[in-house]
């Protein structure tokens, strides 16, 4: 499973860990990743994606019959 969010895209990021001393190490910043089932009442039945805390909000606004309708408008399988 890759660490990436299914509506926004979100993925980790990288960059340089500063310790007190200022020596740098590689990072990485991972997305807050949520697995989730929500039910489509158009198709009756369960849809599990996953997505970023960021994302669950947007479907919140959204609705998940459009967010699923964008996602498919992409070309992404449910």
């Known amino acids: 499973m890759s660490r990436r969010c299914d509506v926004t895209g979100a993925q980790p990021s990288f960059g340089n860990a500063v310790s007190h001393s200022h020596r740098r190490t590689r ?38 019959e459009k967010v699923v309708a964008e996602l498919r408008a992409r070309g992404v399988t449910l």
Do not use: C, M, Y
């Open 27 to 64: 990072r990485r910043w991972n997305p807050n990743l949520q697995n989730h089932r929500f039910w489509l009442p158009s198709e009756r039945r369960w849809v599990r994606l996953n997505l970023t805390a960021k994302a669950l909000k947007t479907v919140d606004r959204k609705g998940i």
